[in-house]
C-alpha cells in the first residue's frame, strides 16, 4: 500500500465530481491510500491570483502546513491546483519578504510552514509510483482498438515539474498504451483550451476548442482522455456551442484519464462517474465495460 495526503481540490467536488469519484476508485484498486487532507481549502488558483497574489499564496500555504504535519507527499488530480501549491512552495523559498507575510498569516491560525511539503500531480504518481509495467498488470479489460487522443492541457507539465517534457510530453500516452489502448498522434496535445477565458471571451476561447477537437478527430480519436478539471469541462460542457459555431459535428467523449483507467481495470461506470459526463462514452466503451 502507497500512502499519500490527498488534495481533491475545488473541482473535484463541484464541476468535476466524475473526476473525484474515479480517482478515489482507482486510488484504491491501485492500492494507493488517499488521505483526504482535513480541513483544506481553495488553492489560491490562478484567478485569485490574477487579483490579490498575496492572499492567494497565503491560503496555499495553509493547505501545506496542514499537510506538513502528516510528512506524506501531497498529491492532486487537478492541474491547476498542483501549478498554484507548487507555485507557493517556491515563492516561499525564493522571497524572505513575502514569505514572512505569510508567515505572519499563518501565525494568526496558530499555523507554521517549514516548506517540507512535496506537491506532485496524481499522473506523476501514476507514471513514476505505481509504474507502466505494474499498471498493465492490473488490466482487466485491455482497451484495445480504443483510438485515443492524450491532452495534456497547458498546465500539466509548464512550467516544467520534472516529471515530462514541457514542450514534447509522454506522460499520458504511456498510461493510455499501457491498458492496451492506442494512443493517436495530436500535435496540438499541450495547447491551451482556453481555460477561464470561456466566461470572459467565449468566441476566443470556442476557437482554441475547436482547433483541439479538429486535431483529434483528424488524427482518428474516438475519444480524448485527460488529467485536467477545466480542460475536460470546456472541451465535453462546450462541444455543441463548438459545433454550433463552426458548423462541425463532433461527438468526441472527453474523459479524465482516471475513468480510463477504471474501465480497463474493471470498475463499474457508476463508481467512475461515466454518467456524469455530457458527451455521453456510453456507447463507445460499451466493449469494454
Not at 509495467?133 to 492490473?138: A, N, Q, T, V
Not at 499541450?190 to 482547433?211: N, Y
Given at each position: 500500500?502507497?500512502?499519500?495526503?490527498?488534495?481533491?481540490?475545488?473541482?473535484?467536488?463541484?464541476?468535476?465530481?466524475?473526476?473525484?469519484?474515479?480517482?478515489?476508485?482507482?486510488?484504491?484498486?491501485?492500492?494507493?491510500?488517499?488521505?483526504?487532507?482535513?480541513?483544506?481549502?481553495?488553492?489560491?488558483?490562478?484567478?485569485?491570483?490574477?487579483?490579490?497574489?498575496?492572499?492567494?499564496?497565503?491560503?496555499?500555504?495553509?493547505?501545506?502546513?496542514?499537510?506538513?504535519?502528516?510528512?506524506?507527499?501531497?498529491?492532486?488530480?487537478?492541474?491547476?491546483?498542483?501549478?498554484?501549491?507548487?507555485?507557493a512552495n517556491s515563492y516561499l523559498r525564493e522571497y524572505a519578504p513575502l514569505r514572512r507575510q505569510v508567515e505572519e498569516s499563518l501565525a494568526a491560525a496558530d499555523l507554521e510552514y517549514r516548506g517540507g511539503v512535496r506537491v506532485r500531480h496524481?499522473?506523476?504518481?501514476?507514471?513514476?509510483?505505481?509504474?507502466?509495467?505494474?499498471?498493465?498488470?492490473?488490466?482487466?479489460?485491455?482497451?484495445?482498438?480504443?483510438?485515443?487522443?492524450?491532452?495534456?492541457?497547458?498546465?500539466?507539465?509548464?512550467?516544467?515539474?520534472?516529471?515530462?517534457?514541457?514542450?514534447?510530453?509522454?506522460?499520458?500516452?504511456?498510461?493510455?498504451?499501457?491498458?492496451?489502448?492506442?494512443?493517436?498522434?495530436?500535435?496540438?496535445?499541450?495547447?491551451?483550451?482556453?481555460?477561464?477565458?470561456?466566461?470572459?471571451?467565449?468566441?476566443?476561447?470556442?476557437?482554441?476548442?475547436?482547433?483541439?477537437?479538429?486535431?483529434?478527430?483528424?488524427?482518428?480519436?474516438?475519444?480524448?482522455?485527460?488529467?485536467?478539471?477545466?480542460?475536460?469541462?470546456?472541451?465535453?460542457?462546450?462541444?455543441?456551442?463548438?459545433?454550433?459555431?463552426?458548423?462541425?459535428?463532433?461527438?468526441?467523449?472527453?474523459?479524465?484519464?482516471?475513468?480510463?483507467?477504471?474501465?480497463?481495470l474493471g470498475l463499474e461506470p457508476k463508481a467512475l462517474g461515466l454518467g456524469k459526463n455530457i458527451v455521453s462514452p456510453m456507447k463507445l466503451l460499451a466493449p469494454y465495460l
Amino acid at each position: 500500500m502507497r500512502y499519500y495526503t490527498y488534495f481533491p481540490g475545488c473541482s473535484a467536488e463541484a464541476s468535476a465530481v466524475a473526476y473525484g469519484l474515479s480517482t478515489e476508485a482507482v486510488g484504491r484498486a491501485l492500492e494507493m491510500d488517499l488521505i483526504e487532507l482535513e480541513d483544506w481549502n481553495c488553492c489560491g488558483s490562478t484567478p485569485y491570483g490574477s487579483l490579490n497574489e498575496l492572499e492567494s499564496i497565503c491560503i496555499s500555504t495553509r493547505n501545506l502546513a496542514l499537510a506538513e504535519k502528516r510528512g506524506l507527499d501531497l498529491v492532486t488530480p487537478c492541474s491547476a491546483c498542483n501549478i498554484a501549491l507548487n507555485k507557493a512552495n517556491s515563492y516561499l523559498r525564493e522571497y524572505a519578504p513575502l514569505r514572512r507575510q505569510v508567515e505572519e498569516s499563518l501565525a494568526a491560525a496558530d499555523l507554521e510552514y517549514r516548506g517540507g511539503v512535496r506537491v506532485r500531480h496524481l499522473v506523476d504518481v501514476l507514471l513514476n509510483d505505481v509504474g507502466i509495467e505494474d499498471l498493465g498488470s492490473k488490466v482487466k479489460r485491455s482497451l484495445r482498438g480504443l483510438k485515443v487522443a492524450p491532452y495534456y492541457g497547458c498546465q500539466l507539465v509548464r512550467p516544467s515539474l520534472g516529471f515530462d517534457d514541457p514542450e514534447s510530453p509522454r506522460s499520458l500516452d504511456l498510461l493510455t498504451e499501457s491498458l492496451g489502448a492506442e494512443a493517436v498522434p495530436f500535435p496540438l496535445k499541450s495547447r491551451c483550451c482556453g481555460g477561464s477565458l470561456i466566461l470572459a471571451e467565449e468566441d476566443l476561447a470556442l476557437g482554441l476548442m475547436g482547433k483541439l477537437l479538429a486535431n483529434a478527430k483528424e488524427n482518428g480519436a474516438q475519444c480524448l482522455v485527460t488529467p485536467c478539471p477545466l480542460c475536460q469541462t470546456n472541451l465535453d460542457a462546450y462541444q455543441r456551442k463548438v459545433n454550433s459555431k463552426f458548423k462541425t459535428n463532433y461527438d468526441l467523449p472527453v474523459l479524465f484519464i482516471t475513468q480510463l483507467i477504471g474501465v480497463a481495470l474493471g470498475l463499474e461506470p457508476k463508481a467512475l462517474g461515466l454518467g456524469k459526463n455530457i458527451v455521453s462514452p456510453m456507447k463507445l466503451l460499451a466493449p469494454y465495460l
